[in-house]
């Protein structure tokens, strides 16, 4: 099951909103900072932070979560009708903004929302995951192959770019492919655009 994961250094917030999202069947765990959250091992599902925090605001956490590559969508909260914060906010990736005291259904709603789309978040994640251990599974030579198929070239041309014979890229190319599980060039490309390889 999915975690709301929400963190506030006020226990009443914290207690008031992990009180609303179990109401409506939701899995909560409760932080009272981010060095906490931070600390803790990771769940599946979305966070709710508090942005005006000691220490470490919800805007630094949405900082540090981005850096990580953390997929989980971050619903930030506020008391303060900030809208140049709200703005800050949505630029730096988060998934919601909003301002406390909030509409119980909304928030609700939107936790639902973050939730859903943490699901296809996490799996383009693990897949990228996947690609790149595939990717670096490849010696030097069927990498230096793959980025030079990618650009079109025949295993003729590649033989003469990387001195070795045609026979030789064939081999290369075979294990290329099956390590890449592609099933055609077309799919190599795609793989290499997911790994920002040209």
Same mark, same amino acid.
């Given at each position: ?5 929400? #963190?506030?250094?006020? @226990? ?8 609303? *999202?179990?109401? +409506?069947?939701? @899995? ?6 981010? &060095? ?10 979305? #966070? ?12 630094? $956490? $949405? ?8 997929? =989980?969508?971050? %619903?930030?909260?506020?008391? +303060? ?8 906010? #949505?630029? %730096? ?12 259904? !909304?928030?609700?709603?939107?936790? =639902?929302?973050? *939730?859903? @789309?943490?699901?296809?978040? *996490?799996?383009?994640? %693990? ?6 251990? =595939?990717? &670096?599974?490849?010696? &030097?030579?069927? =990498? ?27 081999? +290369? ?9 592609? !099933?055609? #060039? ?7 655009? @997911?790994?920002?390889?040209?």
């Amino acid at each position: 099951m999915k975690t709301v994961s929400v #963190i506030d250094d006020e @226990a009443s917030v914290r207690d008031a909103v992990s009180m609303l *999202l179990e109401t +409506h069947g939701l @899995a909560v765990r409760c932080y009272e900072g981010a &060095e906490q959250f931070l600390a803790a091992e990771f769940e599946p599902g979305c #966070i709710v932070s508090d942005v005006r925090m000691p220490e470490v605001s919800g805007l630094d $956490l $949405l900082r540090t979560l981005q850096t990580q590559g953390d997929p =989980r969508p971050v %619903l930030l909260l506020t008391g +303060h009708g900030d809208v140049e914060l709200a703005v800050q906010a #949505i630029k %730096l990736g988060a998934f919601d903004f909003v301002e406390k005291p909030f509409n119980n259904d !909304r928030f609700v709603a939107s936790v =639902r929302n973050a *939730l859903v @789309a943490s699901e296809s978040s *996490l799996k383009e994640r %693990l897949e990228r995951e996947d690609l790149r251990s =595939r990717y &670096e599974s490849l010696s &030097e030579r069927q =990498r230096d192959t793959m980025r030079l198929l990618i650009r079109g070239l025949s295993n003729k041309e590649i033989g003469q770019e990387l001195g070795i014979s045609p026979r030789t890229v064939e081999i +290369h190319r075979t294990w290329v492919m099956t390590k890449m599980n592609a !099933r055609s #060039i077309a799919d190599l490309v795609r793989m290499s655009m @997911a790994l920002g390889i040209e």
